[in-house]
């Protein structure tokens, strides 16, 4: 999965309690992004990182919050959880230029109850 | 803005038989145009991209897709489907604002038969 891990892998939280998830890339990229998969909906982005501090929203990104203090961490926090946001998570990275393509991490599964 | 549409949410072919599964666009400006694989519990894989040039691309794994401006499309093909080619399919297009972000379509789960 192109030199990108996630952590955890599985996680099953309660209702209200914040949760954290991990992105590490090691290609030293400098774009990192944060999409939900849910059927029915594809993959749909949350929030995405175009530099180190450098982050913005993308259509899903209410209930949602990121971090990114180092190029290759890109930390996404659920600041409350709700059931709605039980889903399979999936970081992404991207290169500069114009070849665009994005490689995808193997994703965490959350279950929020 | 920019969206991709995938019309089957499933495509069934037999091994040996050529598949396509399909997708259409709409862009303002020039389309760049992305298939991706997701095998069961894992990540979404690259299989091939469409950014100018020939309107045939080919990609990984015998998989090649073609570009049709005047149809809005950008259909994936091979020749001799694999039971290994069993995945679910994902169109993407970048989107509008800002160079690197991609919107995905709904997906299409293609299932080969032996």
């Known amino acids: 999965d192109a030199g990108i891990t996630q952590s955890p892998r599985h996680k099953v939280t309660e209702t209200g309690t914040p949760v954290t998830l991990r992105c590490h890339q090691t290609?030293?990229?400098?774009?990192m992004y944060w999409y939900r998969q849910d059927p029915g909906h594809g993959l749909r982005l949350i929030h995405y990182?175009?530099?180190?501090?450098?982050?913005d929203k993308g259509e899903v990104s209410d209930g949602y919050s990121v971090s990114r203090s180092k190029t290759e961490d890109f930390l996404l926090t659920l600041e409350s959880a709700t059931s709605s946001q039980t889903s399979v998570y999936f970081c992404?990275?991207?290169?500069?230029?114009?070849?665009?393509?994005?490689?995808f991490g193997p994703g965490t599964r959350l279950t929020v109850t | 803005a920019q969206s991709v549409a995938q019309p089957e949410d499933q495509v069934n072919v037999a091994e040996g038989n050529p598949l396509t599964v399909k997708c259409t666009y709409s862009?303002?400006?020039?389309?760049?145009l992305f298939w991706y694989v997701q095998y069961p519990n894992r990540g979404l894989q690259f299989l091939l991209k469409?950014?100018?040039?020939?309107?045939l691309v080919k990609g990984s794994y015998g998989f090649e897709a073609e570009f049709n401006k005047s149809q809005t499309s950008f259909h994936l093909k091979k020749p001799s489907a694999l039971v290994s080619d069993s995945a679910l399919y994902f169109c993407?297009?970048?989107?509008?604002?800002?160079?690197?972000?991609?919107?995905f379509g709904t997906g299409t789960r293609l299932l080969v038969s032996p």
């Open positions: 992404a990275i991207s290169g500069q230029g114009e070849s665009y393509e994005q490689y």
């Open positions: 290609e030293n990229h400098r774009y």
């Open positions: 990182s175009y530099g180190v501090k450098d982050t």
């Open positions: 862009v303002s400006g020039n389309p760049y």
């Open positions: 469409y950014i100018t040039g020939d309107n």
């Open positions: 993407a297009v970048r989107g509008l604002r800002g160079f690197q972000k991609l919107v």
